[in-house]
């Protein structure tokens, strides 16, 4: 499957941005989705992953209330909208791809990975 994030720039903080990420070249219902992001000098850290039915999702502590992730399998797509954007949450945004039935928080156990987006939230 190939992913192309997308939705990233500038937020304020406070604000809101949405992020989405298309997926193609297989089915995308079953695949687990799941978002990082990588900080300048920091390693890539779990933000939220989603079932393949969109039914269960999970939750980095840090975004918990003030991001959600969603998928609609029809459009092949996984969102995750930000609000209460803080300058912390400043990183480059991975969207991520696994055929695993249990949605996991770690990065290793996701096979694709799309480019990456690039949001910066100012102060």
Do not use: H
């Amino acid at each position: 499957v190939q992913l192309q994030a997308s939705g990233g720039g500038l937020g304020q903080t406070g604000g809101s941005l949405r992020l989405s990420c298309a997926a193609s070249g297989r089915t995308f219902s079953n695949y687990v989705m799941g978002w990082f992001r990588q900080a300048p000098g920091k390693e890539r850290e779990f933000v939220a992953t989603i079932s393949r039915r969109g039914d269960s999702t999970r939750y980095t502590d840090s975004v918990k209330g003030r991001f959600t992730i969603s998928r609609d399998n029809a459009k092949n797509t996984v969102y995750l909208q930000m609000n209460s954007l803080k300058p912390e949450d400043t990183a480059v945004y991975y969207c991520a791809a696994d055929t695993r039935w249990i949605p996991s928080t770690k990065n290793n156990e996701y096979a694709y990975w799309g480019q990456g987006t690039l949001v910066t939230v100012s102060s």
